[in-house]
């Protein structure tokens, strides 16, 4: 039975792709058993440009030979219809660090990890990115993710094949087009919706070239984080031969593909407005504040803290990955007050300061799919408000629980209405999970 929805998802996936791209695959005839000669599975590194197509397509073009375990963002695993699709294909949720953090998603974050590790020993295949996120412009920037090196450096027996995604750069699936994550399911209907205007099979199609290299004899296996990443990211940002580029490294070739046979319909590129970062005065923020940050920068890169400055920058400089920037986050949030701190804010030494001083101020932004809130409406009974006996806050958490029963407790964007049924249900289970 697996194997027939296997079937019907694969195929359905790549007819409904086919109307949009044209893919070119390279270097398959270079995975060879000879080449891929380790005892372990295979992990593939891909650059990551656009949301959703890259993943797919990589995956279509090597399902055969490869069967993939991909990685997906949390608030995206949960989505209907892809939960279901990733749960069957037996992905792995990842806790997403740019809008918060916190100790449960770094914990999640170690057992994701250490999944992927015991995979690849088991001979299973993955695909991990080794920037951990959608990029931002034409070039894929690794900062000082760490994912990558970690699971290497634990699974010498893995092969490593580098997969360099060619033409997407410019799709509406990018971050080209509007500076942000795009929505899933409405780029999605925009999609559908196009096809449907150039009769499907007139639609302007998209070239992808999907470059496959098993890692060549100077690939760093041995080597930290921030050298690591540096050579993925010269490897990434070669010229890729679609357009003229300047320079050694430029990243992806821009490529707009319009939206009609009819007429020339191409997207507007989003182009940022330029942001004043708040200026702070080191003499303006207090010598405690400093000597505090600097010791926790010192125990989170061991490094003498005379040697951290100012402007150094906290990935490339510093080599921070998510999670020690997120541990810094907390740090911050926790012994200086400040309420939650986006990691993604927390970029030079100096601007860390300025934020636990309180000189910065920043807001959390929350990217959600799904904004749907008809599941809130509720038209059952109302009960009056009481407070349940016991006497500790657990008990009479669970003694209300129990007396309000299918009664309305609480609402999310995914789940809708959560009785108090469901919630006692859903924090014992967690309660356990934390033990």
């Given at each position: 039975m697996s194997k027939i929805v296997e079937f019907l998802i694969y195929y359905f996936l790549k007819i409904a792709l086919m109307f949009r791209y044209r893919v070119i695959?390279?270097?398959?005839?270079?995975?060879?058993?000879?080449?891929?000669?380790?005892?372990?599975?295979?992990?593939?590194?891909?650059?990551?440009?656009?949301?959703?197509?890259?993943?797919?397509?990589?995956?279509?073009?090597?399902?055969?030979?490869?069967?993939?375990?991909?990685?997906?963002?949390?608030?995206?695993?949960?989505?209907?219809?892809?939960?279901?699709?990733?749960?069957?294909?037996?992905?792995?949720p990842v806790p997403d660090f740019e809008t918060s953090t916190n100790k449960m998603k770094r914990k999640r974050n170690e057992m994701v990890l250490h999944e992927i590790v015991k995979g690849l020993k088991r001979g299973e295949n993955f695909l991990l990115y080794p920037a951990g996120r959608l990029k931002n412009t034409a070039l894929e920037d690794l900062g000082g993710a760490s994912a990558t090196q970690e699971v290497i450096k634990n699974t010498p027996e893995a092969n490593v094949i580098l997969v360099r995604m060619k033409g997407l750069w410019g799709s509406s699936f990018s971050r080209a087009l509007t500076g942000k994550v795009p929505p899933l399911y409405g780029t999605i209907w925009n999609g559908v919706l196009i096809a449907l205007k150039n009769l499907l099979f007139f639609t302007p199609r998209r070239e992808v070239i999907i470059e496959f290299v098993p890692a060549p004899e100077d690939f760093p296996y041995q080597a930290g984080r921030r050298e690591m990443n540096r050579w993925l990211e010269n490897w990434y940002n070669q010229p890729d031969g679609l357009t003229e580029q300047e320079g050694e490294y430029p990243g992806d070739s821009l490529v707009l593909v319009?939206?009609?046979?009819?007429?020339?319909?191409?997207?507007?590129?989003?182009?940022?407005?330029?942001?004043?970062?708040?200026?702070?005065?080191?003499?303006?923020?207090?010598?405690?504040?400093?000597?505090?940050?600097?010791?926790?920068?010192?125990?989170?890169?061991?490094?003498?803290?005379?040697?951290?400055?100012?402007?150094?920058?906290?990935?490339?400089?510093?080599?921070?990955?998510?999670?020690?920037?997120?541990?810094?986050?907390?740090?911050?949030?926790?012994?200086?007050?400040?309420?939650?701190?986006?990691?993604?804010?927390?970029?030079?030494?100096?601007?860390?300061?300025?934020?636990?001083?309180?000189?910065?101020?920043?807001?959390?932004?929350?990217?959600?799919?799904?904004?749907?809130?008809?599941?809130?409406?509720?038209s059952g009974p109302r009960f009056k408000t009481q407070i349940a006996h016991g006497d500790t806050i657990p008990e009479v958490f669970l003694h209300n629980c129990e007396r309000m029963k299918n009664g309305p407790a609480c609402a999310d964007m995914r789940s809708g209405i959560l009785s108090y049924s469901r919630l006692k249900l859903a924090v014992i289970i967690m309660a356990e999970y934390i033990r």
């Open positions: 695959l390279k270097g398959l005839e270079n995975l060879t058993p000879e080449k891929l000669n380790k005892p372990g599975g295979v992990l593939f590194l891909p650059n990551h440009s656009a949301l959703l197509v890259d993943p797919c397509l990589l995956c279509l073009g090597v399902w055969s030979k490869f069967p993939i375990r991909p990685l997906i963002v949390e608030y995206m695993y949960f989505l209907p219809i892809v939960h279901s699709v990733m749960k069957f294909l037996n992905a792995l319009s939206y009609s046979i009819w007429s020339e319909q191409l997207p507007e590129v989003y182009k940022p407005k330029e942001i004043k970062e708040e200026v702070v005065k080191l003499e303006d923020i207090k010598e405690d504040v400093q000597k505090r940050v600097l010791e926790k920068l010192t125990e989170l890169t061991e490094l003498d803290s005379s040697t951290i400055k100012p402007e150094m920058s906290l990935a490339t400089d510093l080599g921070l990955d998510s999670l020690d920037t997120s541990e810094l986050a907390a740090f911050i949030q926790d012994k200086f007050d400040t309420g939650p701190v986006p990691a993604a804010e927390l970029t030079t030494v100096k601007r860390v300061m300025g934020i636990a001083s309180k000189k910065i101020k920043v807001e959390v932004k929350v990217e959600e799919e799904q904004k749907d809130i008809s599941k809130w409406k509720y």
